[in-house]
Nanobody, 123 residues
Framework: QVQLVESGGGLVQAGGSLRLSCVAS????????VGWFRQDPGKQRAFVAVISWSAESTYYQDSVKGRFAISRNNAENMVYLQMNSLKPEDTAVYYCGATSNMYGTTSSQYLYWGQGTQVTVSS
């Protein structure tokens, strides 16, 4: 079992930055690919970014390319999402997930999830 906890969300003005963190316990996160997803009320959880277990590979949703950066520190069991140039449409609850798959851009591929952290971007 892997327990994930997200933090770092909050209220920020458009153009601002936030850094989300995802910390794991229970097992070493180095065994898993980790993704960030976001969800609006009444909508499905949408892919944002993913990083392979070794951090050699990353992939982003088109709308966040060049603005968001995913990284990880396996020694500390942490994964981060640096979000810059935030837009009101980035407002959502952000979740980190862990999967044993090599890659994952759909939520159904993920076995473990955190509780989410709210990001609100004001215009």
């Amino acid at each position: 079992q892997v327990q994930l906890v997200e933090s770092g969300g909050g209220l920020v003005q458009a153009g601002g930055s936030l850094r989300l963190s995802c910390v794991a316990s229970g097992r070493s996160l180095s065994r898993y690919t980790v993704g960030w997803f976001r969800q609006d009320p009444g909508k499905q959880r949408a892919f944002v970014a993913v990083i392979s277990w070794s951090a050699e590979s990353t992939y982003y949703q088109d709308s966040v390319k060049g603005r968001f950066a995913i990284s990880r520190n396996n020694a500390e069991n942490m994964v981060y999402l640096q979000m810059n140039s935030l837009k009101p449409e980035d407002t959502a609850v952000y979740y980190c997930g862990a999967t044993s798959n090599m890659y994952g851009t759909t939520s159904s591929q993920y076995l473990y999830w955190g509780q989410g952290t709210q990001v609100t971007v004001s215009s």
